[in-house]
């Protein structure tokens, strides 16, 4: 698990914790989403009224903490100076005339079925203020005078999670292994952090913490520490919300965990050990690659928004070293066997596929053959819920300096992802006290996603 959990330049501070909104850094496991749901019941706040989204798309969201290059992914460029160009090579894609890095050769065969938009760019240039941009479609807002009160935006799980919930027992928000900085709901409440799977879906005897009758509790004591839970409950006790029995509250807790423990979706979704030997090592036998899968299956079974997170993409130094060992080929052989997947089981209409970072990384090489942060050119992968496949979106110059062509910004990615989701960007939430603020800001939707 370590591979995904390397901090960035910037390490994890004090403001994450704030920008994360009820300390819930980490996400959740099953008690303490279950009791703070339970608690939220009693003092959600308002909304303005917006209606749940009845759109069925679910989103598998691949996070590249730290900037991955666009240079060596998605946008090679094979006529720069070498001090641009960089080590690697360019090769053709399944498309005529579109070439990504020689180290994405398994999405380059199979670029007919997702798009690449190379021309999202925005002025947020430190990981902090660009993991919030592009988590969540707001830029960072900046205090205004000492003790101002900041209000940062919950992210798109979470907003999903508010929108659309889940059904079957299932949690509407699953991050792996972690959560990101911003991955977090803020004033949207801490129901609506993630549910965190960190164990490794890789490793012998695989267990989803929370999620599991303990082995020494057999299905026939479980059933029967139930049903006695359900006689006891024929006594009289107090029902009036209003009094705040504490009981009633817990009322909800418990089925809440009895319902995903016991829900044969969830146990199916989290059972990685059931699938194919041969699928599994499609995806890659390692952690990032089980986790993808691990997301296909819980989207399949109705969960609406799963991150992956895959930590280290800060390639300040050993850029291509690092990308030579084993990290581009995680990305390469996973990915491309998620959006392959989802098309052989006829799933990928109705599940999208997102892969990005913060930020793209400077056309130079600095002198420890590494790129530094740039936000004003970047790429990002989307595939499946009718994203045209094989479709280029957008441009940089010749050099890779800046998207120079039908530039998108962040609030536009917002949108269409929204939009997608079947939730109206303009929506108005209202934050902890009180005062109205837009789900996204004067965004615009990326056509050429919804051709």
């Known amino acids: 698990m370590s591979s995904f959990l390397p901090r960035n330049c910037d390490g994890i501070g004090r403001r994450d914790f704030l920008q994360v909104g009820l300390g819930a850094l980490g996400g959740m496991g099953l008690t303490q989403m279950l009791a703070l749901k339970a608690q939220a019941a009693k003092t959600t706040l308002p909304t303005g009224g917006a209606k749940a989204s009845t759109s069925d798309l679910r989103c598998i969201f691949v996070w590249l903490d730290g900037g991955p290059s666009h240079y060596e992914t998605f946008d090679p460029k094979p006529d720069a100076p070498s001090e641009i160009r960089g080590e690697f090579k360019s090769i053709p894609t399944s498309v005529p005339g579109v070439h990504f890095s020689e180290v994405m050769p398994k999405l380059a065969k199979g670029f007919d079925k997702f798009t690449v938009i190379r021309s999202i760019a925005h002025r947020q240039n430190n990981h902090g203020a660009g993991n919030h941009y592009l988590m969540t479609g707001r830029p960072t807002p900046v205090p205004v005078g000492c003790g101002a009160f900041v209000t940062y935006h919950p992210s798109y799980g979470s907003v999903v999670s508010h929108f659309r919930g889940a059904d079957k027992g299932l949690p509407a928000y699953v991050s792996t292994p972690r959560m990101s900085r911003s991955g977090g709901p803020n004033f949207l409440g801490a129901e609506h952090a993630p549910f965190i799977i960190a164990n490794d879906p890789n490793s012998e005897g695989f267990r989803v913490r929370d999620v599991s009758v303990p082995k020494d509790i057999a299905e026939g004591r479980a059933v029967s520490r139930t049903a006695l ?12 919300k209003a009094a705040d029995d504490p009981a009633v509250a817990f009322d909800d807790y418990y089925a809440q965990g009895f319902d995903l ?55 300040h130094r050993d850029l291509f070293k690092n990308f030579k060992k084993d990290k581009a080929d995680r990305v390469d052989t996973g990915v491309s066997a998620l959006i392959e997947d989802l098309h052989q089981r006829g799933s990928l209409e109705n599940t999208m596929v997102f892969v990005l970072g913060e930020f793209g990384r400077t056309p130079k090489i600095n002198k420890d053959a590494g790129r530094d942060h740039w936000s ?3 790429s990002v992968l989307a595939a499946g819920g009718g994203i045209p496949g094989g479709q280029i979106v957008g441009a940089t110059d010749v050099k890779g300096y800046f998207a120079n062509e039908n530039v998108y910004a962040p609030e536009d990615f917002a949108a269409s992802l929204y939009s997608k989701m079947g939730i109206d960007p303009a929506t108005m939430l209202h934050d902890q006290v009180g005062r109205p603020i837009q789900l996204v800001d004067k965004g615009r939707l990326i056509k050429e996603c919804f051709a």
């Open 229 to 240: 839970r359900e006689s006891l409950d024929r006594l009289k006790r107090i029902t009036d």
């Open 261 to 315: 423990i016991n829900s044969p979706e969830a146990q199916a979704a989290f059972d990685i050990s059931k699938e194919p030997e041969k699928i599994r090592e499609t995806y890659g036998r390692n952690d990032f690659g089980q986790r993808l899968l691990m997301a296909r299956r819980l989207t399949e079974v109705g969960v609406p928004f799963v991150t992956v997170y895959y930590g280290g993409w800060d390639d």
């Open 376 to 378: 004003f050119a970047m």
